[in-house]
């Protein structure tokens, strides 16, 4: 599967931004999607994640920083994973990647590092201004 991250932008302290991971070459049906990002000078970490399962079946996983604030989701379809960030912040500053792994367990949970991920979007530039 191929992965396109979308809907970065500018945004100042306190808005919200939503980013969209769109597969193509097939759907993310069967797919656990992550997203990370990596800011100027660090590595790349967790942001969110969601489990293969569409609806209130599907796990979700965030990292502590951005707990009640980020939301992960996909469409029916399966074609698309979004992340709807709120009352972002300037830390959030950074490049958000979305990564895709295939598993047929129902049951396999959001990965919160990069492996076992196995396909990435080109990633989308968020900044956020105080």
């Known amino acids: 599967v191929q992965l396109q991250a979308s809907g970065g932008g500018l945004v100042q302290a306190g808005g919200s931004l939503r980013l969209s991971c769109a597969a193509s070459?097939?759907?993310?049906?069967?797919?656990?999607v992550g997203w990370f990002r990596q800011a100027p000078g660090k590595e790349r970490e967790f942001v969110g994640g969601?489990?293969?399962?569409?609806?209130?079946?599907?796990?979700?996983a965030y990292a502590d920083s951005v707990k009640g604030r980020f939301t992960v989701s996909r469409d029916k379809a399966q074609k698309s994973v979004y992340l709807q960030m709120n009352s972002l912040k300037p830390e959030d500053t950074a490049v958000y990647y979305c990564?895709?792994?295939?598993?047929?367990?129902?049951?396999?949970?959001?990965?919160?590092?990069?492996?076992?991920?196995?396909?990435w979007g080109q990633g989308t530039l968020v900044t956020v201004s105080s």
């Open positions: 990564a895709a792994k295939y598993t047929r367990s129902p049951t396999t949970g959001v990965a919160t590092t990069a492996p076992p991920y196995d396909a």
């Open positions: 070459g097939r759907t993310l049906s069967g797919h656990v």
């Open positions: 969601i489990g293969r399962q569409f609806g209130s079946g599907g796990t979700t």
